[in-house]
């Protein structure tokens, strides 16, 4: 840490013995410094006159409220590596201005694009940031990275836009057989925030890693690290891999990030204590790593909260599930999370031989995810509760609902849990432990264990399972499944949806505790081109081009398709839409004389992922069409409209 010299007189005495106590020297005025390195020659960094390169930026000393700003449009090449040192009321910033493009910093053949080595309170945003290589060697958009410094507070990442970072994997190195490679201490990837040194008990406060977007990187999305982690909770593998006594990290939050094409690990939590996970959004991981890894998760940490995130697309079965509560981990809470299309599966438990402790998964949503909806390595579970999520599972998928590869004991109550099945294909347990309580659960096509009591089996009364959208997982009123759950005490107050959840009068069974929805007026899967639709141009049905199950609707050149829309209240649109460009297909509400009266386009517009659009269309809306507004590749699916109540 290096501080700006601050210092205050030392009373002093008189002869008298009269108190003398100088005033503190005033704070020297913070400096805005300006870069832009497509500039010919070095300037002062003045606005009029700014430096041009990444060396003369690590060569300032920077302090409480000063800034560094490069300009939109240019590219530094190098490793950007501040001498910063804010305060929580002044923090360092280092952005952008101008106006265009992200300035970009291409790490070229460095380690990091930036470097953040002890570096308290201290912002880093609006930067694009790349660290291109052949995955043999260390590459990482943003290290943040502390040794024998006590503990570093207030780093802040926001709005950066990192790719291409394409560090060491198992995949590409002599050391294919290793699966740590690439990740624990110097791990590789878009965000590594990673806490060193043997002498002084080092950690980081506060940290904010909010609204980035991060795509194409190996091997990890963002990732967390201490060598601070011996404690007697700690798995036995571990103390080869880290050395220093316990000192978690606090205030980790992880925010509103938008992850994609993420080689290995999504987001992981280690060595954290009070960890908050939420509002991020991953699809797919585990794409190249060849090796282990899940969508979000945590290990060696303490009440660690996942809320309201979305995992997708996860790669292969070598882990390959959504979400994961690892070993030496006691009050983790994953809780309005949606998971969808992931090869490996809903949820890993993974205590090797110590107990993962004090666990809740509860008010999740998963659809389609395949080959294990919670997958139980070797080890001991200690006081679980799994209750209160929703889980549909397709046509053609055969997984095993749960799957025990221990011998230890498993306290694990399984309670108020929706379980239903589709189509061909059939649902499996793997499990023999009787202390792994199954209660008050629904399942529809599903084969309950013995052990399990208080089970419905009749329809559940989902509103549109097999959509993507979480509210197709809302329950119709009339069903069972609506007020059929047990209570549990301490469960958060709250379902996926919002809706309160009693501690004392019966719940739903499953994710949503509303009073009741009215049935759709429309759901298409596009697994086939319904005859409803009219088509003008060319529309066809293709397989899902991102590998989810099922089909889309494909339109190409000056397309549209419409169709009639039942009811006459206001209803909700869904529509699931994806191009191969940065427009997005168009979704409109048209009346009886053609108009439109209502549409709707994605938050995000970025091509080749899927977007959802919602919207409310009046009750005069009649008909619903798709179109493309402009020649090209578009794909729609999960078409969901749903009348509105109360």
């Known amino acids: ?66 800034q560094v700003l490069f300009q939109r449009g240019t590219s530094c090449s190098g490793q950007l590596a501040p001498n910063a040192t804010g305060t929580a009321t002044a923090p360092v910033v280092i952005g952008a201005y101008g106006t265009g493009d992200l300035p970009a910093i291409n790490a070229d053949g460095a380690v990091n694009a930036v470097l953040l080595d002890d570096t308290p309170y201290t912002t880093v945003q609006d930067l694009e940031l790349t660290a291109d290589g052949d995955n043999t060697a260390y590459r990482r958009g943003v290290y943040v990275y502390a040794a024998d410094a006590g503990t570093v507070s207030g780093i802040t990442l926001q709005r950066l836009n990192i790719h291409d970072v394409r560090g060491i994997m198992p995949s590409a190195t002599a050391t294919t057989g290793d699966s740590g490679t690439g990740k624990y201490a110097n791990a590789t990837g878009g965000i590594v925030i990673e806490a060193q040194g043997t002498t002084t008990p080092t950690a980081f406060a506060d940290t904010h890693v909010l609204d980035n977007t991060i795509h194409s990187v190996d091997r990890q999305g963002i990732y967390t690290w201490s060598n601070w982690c011996r404690r007697t909770q700690l798995a036995a593998f571990w103390n080869t891999l880290c050395s220093a006594a316990w000192d978690a990290s606090t205030g980790l939050l992880v925010q509103g990030n938008t992850l994609t094409d993420i080689g290995g690990d999504g987001i992981v939590v280690k060595g954290n204590d009070g960890a908050l996970v939420q509002h991020n959004r991953l699809t797919g991981f585990n794409e190249r790593s060849g090796s282990p890894n899940a969508g979000m998760w945590t290990a060696n940490s303490t009440g660690s909260v996942f809320q309201y995130n979305e995992t997708s697309g996860g790669n292969t079965t070598s882990d390959g599930m959504a979400y994961d509560v690892d070993h030496s981990t006691s009050g983790t809470v994953f809780q309005y999370n949606l998971s969808h299309d992931n090869a490996g599966g809903f949820f890993l438990l993974c205590p090797y031989d110590s107990p993962t402790a004090d666990f809740t998964i509860r008010d999740n949503i998963s659809v389609n995810d395949r080959t294990r909806g919670f997958q139980i390595c070797d080890g001991e579970l200690s006081d679980g509760r799994i209750y209160n999520n929703t889980i549909a599972i397709g046509s053609g998928l055969s997984p095993a609902l749960v799957t025990e590869s221990t011998s230890a004991a498993l306290d694990v109550k399984f309670t108020n849990n929706l379980i239903r099945k589709t189509g061909s294909g059939t649902v499996s347990w793997k499990l023999s432990d009787s202390a792994f309580v199954i209660d008050h659960n629904a399942f529809y096509n599903v084969t309950a264990p013995t052990t399990a009591t208080n089970s419905l089996t009749t329809a559940p009364g989902l509103a549109a399972p097999g959509v993507r959208d979480p509210a197709g997982y809302q329950l119709i009123t009339g069903y069972p499944t609506i007020t059929g ?84 209240t206001t209803r909700r649109v869904s529509v699931r839409v994806r191009s191969d460009s940065t427009t997005p297909l168009t979704v409109e509400a048209l009346n009886s004389a053609g108009t439109v009266v209502a549409s709707g386009t994605p938050a995000d517009t970025s091509a080749d992922t899927w977007h959802l659009v919602t919207f409310t269309a009046p009750t005069t809306a009649t008909q619903l069409r798709l179109r493309t507004p402009t020649p090209g590749t578009y794909y729609a699916d999960d078409a969901y409209v749903q009348p509105v109540t109360g």
Do not use: E, H, K
């Open 1 to 66: 840490m290096r501080l700006r010299a601050s210092t205050a007189l030392l009373a002093c005495l008189t002869a008298l013995g009269t108190a003398l106590t100088a005033a503190p020297s005033a704070q020297a005025a913070a400096t805005t410094y300006y870069v832009d390195c497509s500039a010919g020659t070095a300037g002062s960094g003045s606005s009029t006159s700014p430096l041009n390169t990444l060396a003369s930026v690590n060569a300032l000393t920077l302090t409480a409220g000063d």
């Open 485 to 568: 759950g047990t209570p549990i005490t301490d469960n958060g107050g709250l379902d996926y949806f919002g809706n309160p959840v009693s501690a004392t009068t019966a719940p739903n069974i499953g994710a949503y505790n509303g009073t009741g929805n009215t049935t759709p007026v429309l759901t298409d899967l596009f697994d086939t081109l319904s005859s409803s639709w009219t088509v003008t141009g060319t529309a066809t049905v293709t397989t899902d081009p991102s590998g989810d199950l099922g089909n889309s609707a494909l339109l190409t050149g000056t397309s549209t398709l419409t169709r009639t829309i039942g009811g006459t």
